[in-house]
Every structure is written in C-alpha cells, then in structure tokens.
C-alpha cells in the first residue's frame, strides 16, 4: 500500500507534488487551530466556552473534509 502511494507521488509532476504538500499543510494548520481554539482557557477573543468549542469543532471538521479530498485526489 505505503509503494502504491509512493510510486503515485513520483509520478506526479512538481505542481501536483507542491500542491499535495500545500495541502497537507493547510489540513494541519486548520486542525491545530481548531485544537487550539477548543483547549487555550485564555483565548483572545471573548467567546463562551460552548462557541469556542462549536468554532474549534467547526475548524477540525473542515480538516478532515481536507484531508478526505487530498486522500482521494491522490488516489486518482
């Protein structure tokens, strides 16, 4: 399995690759973020914790839409 992924990035040209590995970023920025809003008890913006939470939970939920469609797009 792990030589099927590897033998799909090689044959990607170098815009593909670059932009598998921005996406790969972005998934890990919007799911620390989203961790990052939920445990931080001194967050900067005055929110209640139920929004924090909603807003964190909101966050990592779009980051696992991400990481679904980097995985399938790197399927094909």
Known sequence: MLNKILSNIRKKS?????????????????????LFIIFMK???????????IAAGTLLIGYASYRFFRIINDNNN
């Open 42 to 52: 001194n967050f900067p913006l005055d929110l209640t914790p139920t929004y924090r």
């Open 14 to 34: 170098l815009k593909e690759r670059f932009l598998l590995v921005l996406g790969i970023l972005f998934f890990m920025v919007y799911l620390f973020v989203g």
